[in-house]
């Protein structure tokens, strides 16, 4: 399924030029199902996995689709926009049903303001209306993974959300970067490349914390900006 269907929608999510975040979703992917596949051991039906690598890599691949379903559905909408395409409005609509469910609960009356916009006439179409609205969801994703408890420290579900906030932190950055200057998106990202390892040490307490409350505040920032009354890893927005 990846290589014969989905790397190209990644392929196509790494080459976007509406934003000027670096790109690597194919690559992620790669990787991902190359060390998930490495922390696979023995025959079915007594395959054994480890438990530091494939739930970890898993969320890679899924979340990584996400940011390729997220770039290439706000590039369609521009297209469709621009060139008053009804194909490619009917392409984003499509793409947003591979990301709609993580809407649902955080920002749930996005869903349908999106599948109104995208199924209206070509022409009406505000990519950055869409950008907002799915942004709104993933940013509350990703401030769920910014901060941890000491229990899950040291132990592989606390590396696993660890890695996933970070697939949802690459997939906010162009957002981020557009509309909080302040923000420093390269450290941002850097930090979070960090970020899982501190985790899976589990030792450094200070360090984890401190890291933690910075990448809380940059995407409680990015959460102002898209106009989320109070900074939330869950709550939903009214309608």
Same mark, same amino acid.
């Given at each position: 399924?990846?290589?014969?269907?989905?790397?190209?929608?990644?392929?196509?999510?790494?080459?976007?030029?509406?934003?000027?975040?670096?790109?690597?979703?194919?690559?992620?992917?790669?990787?991902?199902?190359?060390?998930?596949?490495?922390?696979?051991?023995?025959?079915?039906?007594?395959?054994?996995?480890?438990?530091?690598?494939?739930?970890?890599?898993?969320?890679?691949?899924?979340?990584?689709?996400?940011?390729?379903?997220?770039?290439? +559905? /706000?590039?369609?909408?521009? &297209? #469709? *926009?621009?060139?008053?395409?009804? %194909? $490619? @409005?009917?392409?984003?609509?499509?793409?947003?049903?591979?990301?709609?469910?993580?809407?649902?609960?955080?920002?749930?009356?996005?869903?349908?303001?999106?599948?109104?916009?995208?199924?209206?006439?070509?022409?009406?179409?505000?990519?950055?209306?869409?950008?907002?609205?799915?942004?709104?969801?993933?940013?509350?994703?990703?401030?769920?993974?910014?901060?941890?408890?000491?229990?899950?420290?040291?132990?592989?579900?606390?590396?696993?959300?660890?890695?996933?906030?970070?697939?949802?932190?690459? +997939? /906010?950055?162009?957002?981020? &970067? #557009? *509309?909080?200057?302040?923000?420093? %998106? $390269? @450290?941002?990202?850097?930090?979070?490349?960090?970020?899982?390892?501190?985790?899976?040490?589990?030792?450094?307490?200070?360090?984890?914390?401190?890291?933690?409350?910075?990448?809380?505040?940059?995407?409680?920032?990015?959460?102002?900006?898209?106009?989320?009354?109070?900074?939330?890893?869950?709550?939903?927005?009214?309608?």
């Amino acid at each position: 399924m990846w290589t014969g269907a989905l790397r190209s929608l990644a392929l196509a999510g790494d080459a976007v030029t509406w934003h000027s975040v670096d790109e690597t979703i194919v690559a992620d992917i790669d990787d991902a199902f190359a060390a998930g596949h490495d922390g696979l051991s023995g025959e079915p039906p007594a395959t054994a996995l480890d438990d530091w690598r494939v739930p970890a890599s898993k969320q890679i691949v899924e979340k990584s689709l996400f940011r390729a379903a997220q770039r290439n +559905l /706000i590039d369609l909408a521009t &297209a #469709a *926009r621009d060139n008053d395409d009804e %194909v $490619a @409005a009917r392409r984003a609509h499509a793409l947003f049903g591979v990301v709609e469910d993580r809407l649902d609960g955080r920002n749930t009356p996005g869903i349908a303001q999106i599948q109104a916009m995208l199924s209206g006439e070509p022409a009406a179409i505000d990519p950055d209306t869409l950008l907002t609205e799915l942004d709104i969801a993933f940013a509350k994703r990703t401030r769920a993974y910014a901060a941890i408890a000491d229990e899950d420290l040291g132990v592989p579900a606390g590396y696993k959300s660890a890695v996933e906030g970070r697939t949802y932190a690459r +997939l /906010i950055a162009p957002g981020l &970067a #557009a *509309r909080v200057p302040t923000a420093n %998106v $390269a @450290a941002f990202l850097g930090e979070w490349e960090a970020y899982p390892e501190l985790v899976r040490a589990g030792t450094d307490l200070e360090t984890i914390h401190a890291l933690s409350q910075r990448l809380v505040d940059t995407v409680c920032a990015y959460q102002a900006a898209l106009g989320v009354a109070a900074c939330t890893p869950e709550a939903d927005e009214a309608e």
